[in-house]
Nanobody, 117 residues
Framework: QVQVVESGGGLVQTGGSLRLSCAAS????????MGWYRQTPGKQRELVAT???????DYADSVVDRFTISRDARKNTMYLQMDSLKPEDTAVYYC???????????WGQGTQVTVSS
């Protein structure tokens, strides 16, 4: 059974930094893709950044040059380093794990990021 657990959210001022972590466990996780998504009330969940098992990364235009996604294969843990945070980055951030060896998408419980102006 796959488990996905996020951590690292919090409250930060504009221009500050936070690092999110997503620890995944279970069969097939090591060869999966992982990604960060975020959602605010009344809006659809949107992609922030993704990283494949081979290390290929992709970013939403709104976070390019501010956020950095990375992955520790030995720990099956993904990170999101968020710098130069803006109030519009305020959202619940979710980790997603998916891949051909997994039965379905797996989501974490979400972690709140709040950026004060």
């Amino acid at each position: 059974q796959v488990q996905v657990v996020e951590s690292g959210g919090g409250l930060v001022q504009t221009g500050g930094s936070l690092r999110l972590s997503c620890a995944a466990s279970g069969n097939g996780v090591g060869s999966s893709s992982m990604g960060w998504y975020r959602q605010t009330p009344g809006k659809q969940r949107e992609l922030v950044a993704t990283i494949t098992s081979g290390g290929t990364m992709d970013y939403a235009d709104s976070v390019v040059d501010r956020f950095t996604i990375s992955r520790d294969a030995r720990k099956n843990t993904m990170y999101l380093q968020m710098d130069s945070l803006k109030p519009e980055d305020t959202a619940v951030y979710y980790c997603r794990v998916w891949g051909q060896w997994l039965a379905r998408n797996y989501w974490g419980q979400g972690t709140q990021v709040t950026v004060s102006s």
